[in-house]
């Protein structure tokens, strides 16, 4: 039956509801107001290029006092809203939402990130992360090697070490009689 994902639809319309009564009343209610987070590249989600460089993953934006020409589809809304001073058009699917927060009453609802999204972004890291770890590897470092090895007692490959910083974490085990 998938509740989990029939819950996630419904409780997204909450969203839709809320954007298209703020159309019908021509203004938030009283002292409503609505941060909404959304991911930047989820497909539909259209937003400035310099807004997309500087929030690759997700941003929020905040309707308050100063949005225009909001719109309220079936699948998603559009609004105008000022960056800088600069105003700039997005257009928010409801599936791109992940967080939706109206502070004056208390409100907030958190959404799972559709697994579309999952997806593209594990492909996407995994080669930005093959650069970061390849010098690491070629690095010499004999004190991380030494964690490494199988040891006799379990508890001290599981305590952390700062030896590298002078630090040193010695397990209770030492001390104990054998």
């Keep these: 039956m998938n509740y989990e994902l029939m819950t996630q639809m419904a409780l997204r319309g909450v969203v839709r509801d809320a954007v298209r009564r703020v159309i019908r009343e021509d203004a938030l209610p009283g002292a409503h107001h609505f941060y909404i987070t959304f991911l930047t590249r989820y497909p539909g989600a259209e937003i400035d290029e310099t807004l997309a460089k500087k929030y690759p993953e997700e941003i929020t934006i905040v309707l308050e006092h100063q ?8 699948e998603d809304f559009e609004v105008t809203l000022k960056f800088g001073g600069v105003p700039k058009y997005l257009k928010v ?8 927060h109206d502070p004056s009453v208390g409100f907030a609802l958190q959404f799972e990130t559709p697994r579309e999204m999952e997806a593209s972004a594990t492909i996407e890291t995994l080669p930005k992360a093959e650069p970061a770890t390849a010098p690491a590897a070629v690095e010499p470092k004999p004190k991380a090697a030494k964690p490494k090895s199988k040891s006799k007692k379990k ?5 952390p070490s700062n030896e ?7 397990s209770l085990d030492a001390f104990r009689k054998k």
């Design 67 to 74: 949005f225009w020409d909001l719109t309220a589809n079936e």
């Design 93 to 100: 699917p409801y599936m791109a939402i992940t967080r939706f």
């Design 155 to 159: 508890k001290q490959t599981e305590m």
């Design 164 to 170: 590298e910083d002078g630090d040193k974490v010695v």
